[in-house]
């Protein structure tokens, strides 16, 4: 016997499940993100990251397999790229502040 057709309320709690995991994911990258920041400050490097941006972009797309498109992807990407480097300096600069 097959699944049952779902209805708009399944679907919506299938989002709903999607959605945390999404977050534990994002988090999960953040503290990665962090700890990046971290050793970059400790060896004198800048946030940006030359070229780093193209190779997410690159692993990203060659990862998708659909229905998102190559541009919604880098969009949404790029807005989680911008996050991270935003996380790493507020953390820079909470450590700055700290050694004074």
Request: glycine share 8%; net charge positive; proline share 3%.
């Amino acid at each position: 016997m097959g699944n049952p057709v779902m209805d708009l309320a399944d679907w919506r709690s299938k989002i709903d499940a999607i959605d945390r995991e999404l977050v534990r994911l994002l988090n999960e990258r953040a503290r990665c993100v962090a700890e990046i920041g971290r050793i970059k400050l400790q060896n004198g490097m800048p946030v940006e990251a030359s070229g780093r941006e193209e190779k997410v972009f690159e692993n990203v797309r060659n990862a998708n397999q659909g229905p998102l498109g190559e541009e919604e992807l880098r969009r949404v990407f790029e807005r989680i790229i911008e996050e991270g480097k935003a996380l790493q300096r507020r953390l820079r600069q909470q450590e700055v502040s700290r050694q004074k």
